[in-house]
């Protein structure tokens, strides 16, 4: 079964549990390898547990991961395996998921690292018992006017009655009119009336509107965030702030991410938890909050302080 | 009047409604790296993925971002102030700076395309470094 030259790849620390390993049967990992359980060797106690598979030697070390943590594709079915393991788990015992590919060179050298932080483990595991991550993200929602429609927006209302606040923006005004007149005449003659403003001012006009637009918004999110935190928040036991998502993997008909933050949450308080979160959003249309979970305790498995790890961290992050 | 169609398309899901939970499994691929290379317990492995490597990427995907706001920007700027692109074209002025800021989104896209696959790019490599591996590094020269 191990002919090959493997690995072995970790994927969380697991409470121990009853016919926790039965729970496995058929669960694949990375590579859509087997998974199974490494135990620290002393049979009959409840100790924490490895979640493992066996991977191949070539395909993850150093040299192979560094260029293929480049290809998203291979990153994506990793990352998902890794963390479909994990979720599979923890409809049975409480987890400390790892970090992706965390990977010894064979089974004994993960025991040894097993036993020797299994006092850390334990503790650790007692305090995320019953208790899930929930991810809480609040989008300014995306607006209605994109790039594309400004222009068509602004040809439809040919009137001038904002151009006095344009001036200031535009000293340029008189010379680019006077260019603007003779080819306009020879041109549009017959439908455009000549005191219509360029396109270039109802085009700042609509930007305008839109700028306005956007601060309502970004003051609805500001609303929605102390609501959460007075009626979401006191639900939770530990609250991280994430750094707010940016960047092509999150854009989206969801608009722009202010607001990324996990919560772990009692699971007797879960259904009040998201039923806060609701009452937060009510009466605020510019702005969306989305709620994602039940996770795996992926932002509190750090047996350092939870609430003030990752965000708040003072250090270079720059 | 009362399209009998009507009664059967579901509502648009209105914002005050719960929103629907995805089950995390199937979470956003954003969400899920965010998890899983970004969280969870580090442990030192014999070979592990250092975090800086991570935040190397999402920070060139911030990069870029940023450059195209101010490409926009800009934009909006060259527009204003030359008389080319507000009367002497044919067509649509406002087509035109379209097109512009398209070819310049479409660049700027090529550019972090081309520039992403060869990795250890100077400030990339030393923390490229941050993968270890073996036994031999870690201990075999530790005292």
Do not use: C
């Amino acid at each position: 079964m191990n002919g090959e030259p493997g690995l072995t790849y970790v994927y969380a620390v697991a409470a121990g549990a009853p016919r926790l390993d039965e729970s496995l049967t058929g669960l694949r990992g990375v590579g859509d390898a087997p998974v199974t359980l490494l135990d620290p060797g002393r049979s009959g106690s409840p100790a924490p547990v490895f979640v493992v598979s066996r991977v191949p030697a070539g395909e993850w070390r150093e040299e192979a991961l560094r260029s293929r943590f480049e290809d998203l594709g291979w990153l994506e079915d990793t990352a998902r395996a890794h963390h479909d393991v994990i979720q599979a788990l923890t409809e049975h015992t409480t987890v400390l998921p790892l970090r992706l590919a965390t990977l010894y060179q064979d089974d004994d050298r993960a025991r040894a690292a097993l036993r020797g932080q299994q006092a850390a483990f334990s503790a650790r595991l007692a305090l995320l018992a019953r208790h899930a991550e929930y991810g809480v993200k609040v989008y300014i929602a995306a607006e209605a006017a994109t790039a594309d429609d400004i222009p068509a927006e602004a040809r439809a209302q040919p009137t001038a009655p904002a151009v006095d606040g344009i001036r200031a923006e535009a000293p340029a005004q008189p010379t680019a009119s006077a260019v603007d007149d003779p080819h306009g005449e020879g041109r549009a003659h017959s439908t455009a009336p000549t005191d219509a403003p360029s396109p270039g001012r109802a085009y700042l006009r609509a930007r305008r509107a839109q700028h306005h637009a956007r601060e309502d918004r970004y003051l609805q999110a500001r609303q929605a965030a102390d609501r959460i935190a007075a009626i979401a928040a006191p639900l939770a036991t530990h609250t991280v702030r994430h750094p707010a998502q940016t960047g092509p993997l999150t854009r989206g008909e969801n608009g722009e991410n202010v607001l990324n933050e996990a919560y772990l949450v009692p699971d007797e308080k879960a259904e009040a938890f998201r039923m806060a979160l609701d009452e937060a959003g009510q009466g605020l249309p510019g702005i969306r909050i989305e709620v994602t979970g039940p996770w795996a305790p992926y932002s509190f498995a750090m047996s350092s302080a939870p609430a003030a790890d990752t965000a708040d961290r003072p250090d270079s992050r720059s | 009047m009362t399209d009998p169609l009507a009664h059967r398309i579901a509502p648009m899901p209105s914002r005050a409604t719960p929103a629907s939970y995805p089950p995390s499994s199937s979470g956003s691929l954003a969400d899920i790296l965010e998890r899983v290379l970004d969280k969870g317990i580090v442990i030192a492995g014999d070979i592990r993925i250092n975090l800086l490597d991570i935040e190397l990427l999402t920070i060139k995907l911030r990069i870029l971002i940023a450059s195209v706001d101010k490409a926009k920007e800009m934009g909006i700027d060259w527009w204003e102030h030359d008389p080319s692109l507000s009367s002497r074209h044919s067509g649509d002025p406002l087509a035109e700076e379209n097109r512009r800021l398209r070819a310049e989104v479409e660049a700027l896209r090529r550019e972090r395309l081309d520039a992403a696959p060869q990795s250890p790019a100077e400030g990339d490599a030393e923390r490229h470094e941050g993968i270890r591996s073996g036994d031999a590094t870690r201990e075999g020269r530790a005292s």
